[in-house]
Protein backbone atom coordinates (compact mmCIF):
# COMPACT_ATOMS: atom_id res chain seq x y z
CA UNK A 1 0.00 0.00 0.00
CA UNK A 2 0.78 3.76 -0.55
CA UNK A 3 0.69 6.28 1.91
CA UNK A 4 1.11 10.03 1.63
CA UNK A 5 1.80 12.20 5.09
CA UNK A 6 1.33 15.63 5.32
CA UNK A 7 2.69 17.41 8.87
CA UNK A 8 3.86 20.35 10.38
CA UNK A 9 6.03 20.76 13.37
CA UNK A 10 7.01 23.68 15.12
CA UNK A 11 10.60 22.67 16.32
CA UNK A 12 10.91 19.18 15.79
CA UNK A 13 8.59 16.58 17.81
CA UNK A 14 6.11 16.20 15.07
CA UNK A 15 8.77 16.16 11.98
CA UNK A 16 10.44 13.25 13.96
CA UNK A 17 7.28 11.35 14.61
CA UNK A 18 6.34 11.72 11.20
CA UNK A 19 10.10 10.31 10.01
CA UNK A 20 9.81 7.71 12.56
CA UNK A 21 6.01 6.43 11.55
CA UNK A 22 7.75 6.53 7.83
CA UNK A 23 10.82 4.45 8.87
CA UNK A 24 8.39 2.01 10.61
CA UNK A 25 5.68 1.73 7.75
CA UNK A 26 8.57 1.00 5.07
CA UNK A 27 10.20 -1.86 7.39
CA UNK A 28 6.57 -3.50 6.69
CA UNK A 29 7.50 -2.69 3.42
CA UNK A 30 4.94 0.24 2.47
CA UNK A 31 5.20 2.85 0.17
CA UNK A 32 5.70 6.46 2.18
CA UNK A 33 6.09 9.64 1.22
CA UNK A 34 5.98 12.62 3.41
CA UNK A 35 5.36 16.58 2.70
CA UNK A 36 5.62 19.06 4.97
CA UNK A 37 2.54 21.22 4.50
CA UNK A 38 4.92 24.44 4.42
CA UNK A 39 6.21 23.35 0.41
CA UNK A 40 3.32 24.81 -0.70
CA UNK A 41 4.68 24.52 -4.25
CA UNK A 42 4.87 20.77 -3.72
CA UNK A 43 1.44 20.44 -2.06
CA UNK A 44 0.09 22.00 -5.42
CA UNK A 45 1.53 19.29 -7.46
CA UNK A 46 0.45 15.96 -5.57
CA UNK A 47 -2.35 13.93 -6.80
CA UNK A 48 -3.88 11.90 -3.85
CA UNK A 49 -3.70 8.92 -6.61
CA UNK A 50 -5.24 5.78 -4.58
CA UNK A 51 -2.57 7.09 -1.59
CA UNK A 52 -3.97 6.22 2.45
CA UNK A 53 -3.62 9.57 3.90
CA UNK A 54 -1.86 10.64 7.38
CA UNK A 55 -1.89 14.08 8.92
CA UNK A 56 0.23 15.09 12.10
CA UNK A 57 0.43 18.11 14.17
CA UNK A 58 1.51 19.22 17.53
CA UNK A 59 -1.11 20.49 19.69
CA UNK A 60 -1.51 24.73 20.28
CA UNK A 61 -3.63 26.45 22.57
CA UNK A 62 -5.64 23.05 22.81
CA UNK A 63 -6.17 22.94 19.16
CA UNK A 64 -4.55 22.30 16.05
CA UNK A 65 -2.36 24.69 14.31
CA UNK A 66 -4.17 27.03 12.13
CA UNK A 67 -1.29 26.84 9.73
CA UNK A 68 -3.50 23.88 8.71
CA UNK A 69 -6.13 25.31 6.93
CA UNK A 70 -4.16 26.33 4.44
CA UNK A 71 -3.52 22.57 3.40
CA UNK A 72 -7.71 21.95 3.46
CA UNK A 73 -8.00 24.57 0.71
CA UNK A 74 -5.57 22.67 -1.42
CA UNK A 75 -7.08 19.56 -1.00
CA UNK A 76 -10.89 20.76 -1.71
CA UNK A 77 -9.95 23.03 -4.59
CA UNK A 78 -6.29 21.89 -6.34
CA UNK A 79 -5.91 18.54 -5.20
CA UNK A 80 -6.61 15.26 -7.99
CA UNK A 81 -8.80 12.57 -6.20
CA UNK A 82 -9.29 9.80 -7.63
CA UNK A 83 -11.89 9.31 -10.27
CA UNK A 84 -14.36 6.04 -8.93
CA UNK A 85 -16.34 5.84 -5.80
CA UNK A 86 -13.93 4.47 -3.09
CA UNK A 87 -13.16 7.14 0.16
CA UNK A 88 -9.96 7.86 0.71
CA UNK A 89 -8.70 6.58 4.27
CA UNK A 90 -6.98 8.86 6.89
CA UNK A 91 -5.17 8.64 9.61
CA UNK A 92 -3.90 11.36 12.55
CA UNK A 93 -1.69 11.80 15.22
CA UNK A 94 -0.93 14.25 17.33
CA UNK A 95 2.01 15.37 19.86
CA UNK A 96 1.52 17.42 22.82
CA UNK A 97 3.36 18.63 26.03
CA UNK A 98 1.08 18.26 29.16
CA UNK A 99 -2.61 17.56 27.73
CA UNK A 100 -3.60 15.79 24.81
CA UNK A 101 -6.84 18.01 25.04
CA UNK A 102 -8.79 15.61 23.09
CA UNK A 103 -7.98 17.87 20.03
CA UNK A 104 -8.02 15.26 17.16
CA UNK A 105 -12.08 15.58 16.74
CA UNK A 106 -11.64 19.39 15.87
CA UNK A 107 -9.24 18.59 12.94
CA UNK A 108 -10.93 14.73 12.10
CA UNK A 109 -14.30 17.04 11.55
CA UNK A 110 -12.42 19.09 8.90
CA UNK A 111 -10.92 16.41 7.34
CA UNK A 112 -14.00 14.83 6.85
CA UNK A 113 -15.73 17.64 5.26
CA UNK A 114 -13.02 16.62 2.87
CA UNK A 115 -15.03 13.02 2.23
CA UNK A 116 -12.16 11.38 3.88
CA UNK A 117 -12.60 8.42 6.22
CA UNK A 118 -10.51 8.30 9.55
CA UNK A 119 -9.11 4.53 9.95
CA UNK A 120 -6.51 5.18 13.26
CA UNK A 121 -5.36 8.16 15.43
CA UNK A 122 -3.10 7.87 18.18
CA UNK A 123 -1.47 11.27 20.41
CA UNK A 124 1.92 11.21 21.44
CA UNK A 125 3.55 12.82 24.65
CA UNK A 126 6.42 14.86 24.09
CA UNK A 127 8.90 17.21 25.62
CA UNK A 128 7.89 20.89 25.73
CA UNK A 129 9.06 23.93 23.70
CA UNK A 130 7.44 26.63 26.13
CA UNK A 131 8.70 28.42 28.61
CA UNK A 132 9.66 25.08 30.96
CA UNK A 133 11.86 24.68 28.17
CA UNK A 134 14.08 27.38 28.54
CA UNK A 135 14.78 26.65 32.07
CA UNK A 136 17.53 25.20 33.22
CA UNK A 137 17.73 21.44 32.66
CA UNK A 138 18.14 21.15 36.80
CA UNK A 139 15.59 23.17 37.26
CA UNK A 140 12.12 21.33 38.47
CA UNK A 141 9.64 22.89 35.88
CA UNK A 142 12.11 21.50 33.15
CA UNK A 143 12.20 17.82 34.70
CA UNK A 144 8.51 18.06 34.64
CA UNK A 145 7.75 18.10 31.21
CA UNK A 146 11.04 17.68 29.00
CA UNK A 147 10.40 13.91 28.12
CA UNK A 148 9.10 11.43 25.70
CA UNK A 149 5.96 9.21 27.01
CA UNK A 150 8.06 5.68 28.07
CA UNK A 151 9.50 3.63 25.28
CA UNK A 152 7.90 5.96 22.54
CA UNK A 153 9.65 4.11 20.23
CA UNK A 154 7.34 0.93 20.88
CA UNK A 155 4.83 3.07 20.94
CA UNK A 156 5.55 4.48 17.10
CA UNK A 157 5.99 0.40 16.16
CA UNK A 158 2.20 -0.50 17.33
CA UNK A 159 0.77 2.34 15.69
CA UNK A 160 2.43 2.08 12.60
CA UNK A 161 1.26 -1.78 12.21
CA UNK A 162 -2.45 -0.57 13.38
CA UNK A 163 -2.71 1.61 10.61
CA UNK A 164 -1.73 -1.29 8.02
CA UNK A 165 -4.26 -3.34 10.13
CA UNK A 166 -6.81 -0.82 9.43
CA UNK A 167 -6.00 0.19 6.01
CA UNK A 168 -6.43 -3.56 5.17
CA UNK A 169 -9.63 -3.56 6.49
CA UNK A 170 -10.89 -0.47 5.10
CA UNK A 171 -10.18 -1.72 1.70
CA UNK A 172 -12.10 -4.45 1.90
CA UNK A 173 -15.14 -2.89 3.43
CA UNK A 174 -15.16 1.25 4.32
CA UNK A 175 -15.59 2.46 7.96
CA UNK A 176 -14.93 5.57 9.77
CA UNK A 177 -13.78 5.68 13.59
CA UNK A 178 -16.69 7.59 15.77
CA UNK A 179 -15.00 10.80 17.25
CA UNK A 180 -16.56 13.65 19.44
CA UNK A 181 -15.96 16.66 21.87
CA UNK A 182 -16.96 17.28 25.40
CA UNK A 183 -19.52 20.31 26.05
CA UNK A 184 -16.79 22.48 27.81
CA UNK A 185 -14.23 22.56 24.78
CA UNK A 186 -15.90 26.35 23.61
CA UNK A 187 -14.61 27.73 27.27
CA UNK A 188 -11.65 25.74 27.16
CA UNK A 189 -10.16 27.35 23.83
CA UNK A 190 -11.47 30.85 25.23
CA UNK A 191 -9.59 30.42 28.33
CA UNK A 192 -6.50 29.15 26.70
CA UNK A 193 -6.20 31.81 24.55
CA UNK A 194 -6.91 34.20 27.27
CA UNK A 195 -3.50 32.25 29.37
CA UNK A 196 -1.07 32.04 26.35
CA UNK A 197 -1.48 35.82 25.36
CA UNK A 198 -0.86 36.20 29.32
CA UNK A 199 1.94 34.50 29.03
CA UNK A 200 3.48 35.38 25.28
CA UNK A 201 2.31 38.73 24.97
CA UNK A 202 4.28 39.85 22.48
CA UNK A 203 6.76 39.36 19.55
CA UNK A 204 9.60 41.04 20.64
CA UNK A 205 13.52 41.28 18.86
CA UNK A 206 16.65 42.44 21.06
CA UNK A 207 18.47 44.57 18.72
CA UNK A 208 21.49 44.79 20.40
CA UNK A 209 21.67 40.83 20.30
CA UNK A 210 20.28 40.67 17.04
CA UNK A 211 23.13 40.32 14.34
CA UNK A 212 20.85 40.19 11.34
CA UNK A 213 21.27 36.81 10.34
CA UNK A 214 17.37 36.41 8.94
CA UNK A 215 16.89 32.88 10.55
CA UNK A 216 14.16 33.47 12.20
CA UNK A 217 12.67 35.25 8.83
CA UNK A 218 13.59 32.03 6.93
CA UNK A 219 12.10 29.52 9.22
CA UNK A 220 8.98 31.28 10.14
CA UNK A 221 5.89 29.42 8.43
CA UNK A 222 3.79 32.35 8.49
CA UNK A 223 6.39 34.89 6.88
CA UNK A 224 6.32 37.17 10.25
CA UNK A 225 9.48 38.47 10.04
CA UNK A 226 11.22 40.57 7.28
CA UNK A 227 14.82 40.87 6.51
CA UNK A 228 14.66 44.96 4.81
CA UNK A 229 17.72 46.93 4.41
CA UNK A 230 20.01 44.74 6.99
CA UNK A 231 17.29 45.21 9.61
CA UNK A 232 14.24 42.72 10.69
CA UNK A 233 10.77 44.00 10.94
CA UNK A 234 7.77 41.73 12.33
CA UNK A 235 4.88 42.17 10.33
CA UNK A 236 2.44 41.38 13.28
CA UNK A 237 3.52 41.13 17.06
CA UNK A 238 0.32 39.82 18.62
CA UNK A 239 -1.19 37.62 16.61
CA UNK A 240 1.36 35.15 15.21
CA UNK A 241 1.43 30.94 15.42
CA UNK A 242 3.44 30.69 18.48
CA UNK A 243 4.85 27.45 17.05
CA UNK A 244 7.93 29.57 19.08
CA UNK A 245 10.26 28.44 15.67
CA UNK A 246 12.24 31.95 16.09
CA UNK A 247 12.60 31.83 19.43
CA UNK A 248 14.35 28.27 19.80
CA UNK A 249 16.19 29.08 16.14
CA UNK A 250 17.68 31.97 16.90
CA UNK A 251 21.50 31.85 17.03
CA UNK A 252 21.74 34.85 19.58
CA UNK A 253 18.76 34.14 21.66
CA UNK A 254 17.74 37.73 20.44
CA UNK A 255 14.12 36.58 20.07
CA UNK A 256 11.37 36.77 22.87
CA UNK A 257 7.59 36.33 23.39
CA UNK A 258 7.63 38.68 26.88
CA UNK A 259 9.91 38.19 30.37
CA UNK A 260 8.81 34.87 30.64
CA UNK A 261 10.63 33.57 27.80
CA UNK A 262 13.99 34.98 28.83
CA UNK A 263 15.64 31.48 30.03
CA UNK A 264 19.02 29.97 29.18
CA UNK A 265 18.73 27.23 27.49
CA UNK A 266 16.23 26.23 23.90
CA UNK A 267 14.93 23.13 22.74
CA UNK A 268 17.31 22.17 20.35
CA UNK A 269 17.66 18.92 18.17
CA UNK A 270 20.88 17.85 19.87
CA UNK A 271 18.47 17.90 23.11
CA UNK A 272 15.08 16.17 21.60
CA UNK A 273 17.06 13.40 20.07
CA UNK A 274 18.64 12.64 23.12
CA UNK A 275 15.07 13.09 25.12
CA UNK A 276 14.15 10.33 22.23
CA UNK A 277 16.55 7.70 23.07
CA UNK A 278 16.12 7.64 26.63
CA UNK A 279 12.42 7.55 25.97
CA UNK A 280 12.91 4.46 24.22
CA UNK A 281 15.11 2.65 26.95
CA UNK A 282 12.53 3.55 29.74
CA UNK A 283 10.06 0.69 30.74
CA UNK A 284 6.14 1.25 30.33
CA UNK A 285 5.90 1.15 33.68
CA UNK A 286 8.33 3.52 35.08
CA UNK A 287 6.97 6.45 36.86
CA UNK A 288 6.42 9.64 34.10
CA UNK A 289 7.72 13.05 35.92
CA UNK A 290 4.51 14.99 34.95
CA UNK A 291 2.48 13.71 37.57
CA UNK A 292 -1.15 15.10 38.52
CA UNK A 293 0.08 17.17 41.42
CA UNK A 294 2.90 18.48 38.57
CA UNK A 295 0.13 19.41 36.22
CA UNK A 296 -2.16 20.97 39.02
CA UNK A 297 0.64 23.14 40.22
CA UNK A 298 0.61 24.24 36.33
CA UNK A 299 -2.95 25.10 36.32
CA UNK A 300 -2.55 27.39 39.36
CA UNK A 301 0.73 28.77 37.70
CA UNK A 302 -1.42 29.41 34.57
CA UNK A 303 -4.74 31.39 36.47
CA UNK A 304 -1.95 33.32 38.26
CA UNK A 305 -0.68 34.35 35.29
Not at 9 to 30: A, D, V, Y
Not at 251 to 258: D, N, Q
Not at 268 to 280: D, G, V
Amino acid sequence: MKYLIFYFSGTGNTKLKTSEIKKELENLNQSVEIVSIEAYGKLEEINLGDNILGFGFPVYKFSYPRIYHSLFGILKDTLSFPKNDRSIPYFLYNTYCRFSANRLYLIANEIDKLGLKLIASREFKCPSNGIASLKESENSEYHNVMYFENRIDLSIKKFSKRIINKAQLFLKKEFSLPYKGIITDSLKLYFVDKIEKAKYPRLEINNEKCVKCGVCAKNCPEENFILNKGKIEIKNELDCLHCLRCLHFCPEYAVSFGELTFGPQRYTKKIRNELFLEASKTPFDAAEPGSKKVRRKWALNNIRY
